[in-house]
């Protein structure tokens, strides 16, 4: 009996992405980033995609979905490469980087969001997604390989403990 294999939060985010916001030629898809950018708690629950995403991550916390889905909105283009990478590889301030490796849950949107134009709104939209929704002190500890290690490999850096 064979099972299907399920997909995990970095498939689902990346799919939910490239399909609702990726695609910022089609005017659906520039017009829903628009909104969900400025979007507050209520508004961003006000659209079907988001409650598709909703279910697909089994997300019921309106908080935090509203965040992932604004964040995810800023995101213009998906490349394997971590937030923490790419920030590394750039000019960026390390404080910059500090500051956001320090954040509780309710400031990482805000401080995700001031990186983001840094390196140019590109990441692994799937992997930033996931890391948001478990951020934790080992995904912090995770970031901060990822963001001082010298070779910035295309893929996360596996479990620190």
Request: proline letters at 4%.
């Amino acid at each position: 009996m064979n099972e299907s294999r399920q997909p995990d939060r970095v498939e689902i985010i990346r799919d939910w992405w490239a399909r609702n916001i990726a695609a910022r030629d089609r005017p659906a898809a520039r017009a829903l980033a628009a909104r969900l950018r400025r979007a507050d708690i209520v508004e961003t629950l006000c659209h079907a995609e988001v409650h598709d995403l909703s279910r697909k991550l089994g997300l019921r916390d309106p908080a935090r979905l509203a965040a992932l889905v604004r964040v995810l909105a800023h995101v213009r283009d998906h490349k394997p490469r971590a937030l923490a990478a790419r920030m590394g590889d750039s000019d960026g301030s390390a404080l910059r980087f500090e500051r956001m490796v320090r954040a509780t849950g309710d400031e990482l949107p805000d401080q995700v969001l001031r990186v983001l134009p840094m390196i140019e709104n590109t990441c692994d939209v799937g992997w930033l997604g996931r890391d948001m929704l478990d951020w934790s002190d080992k995904t912090r500890a995770r970031w901060c390989f990822q963001y001082f290690d010298d070779r910035n490999e295309s893929r996360p850096t596996e479990d620190v403990t």
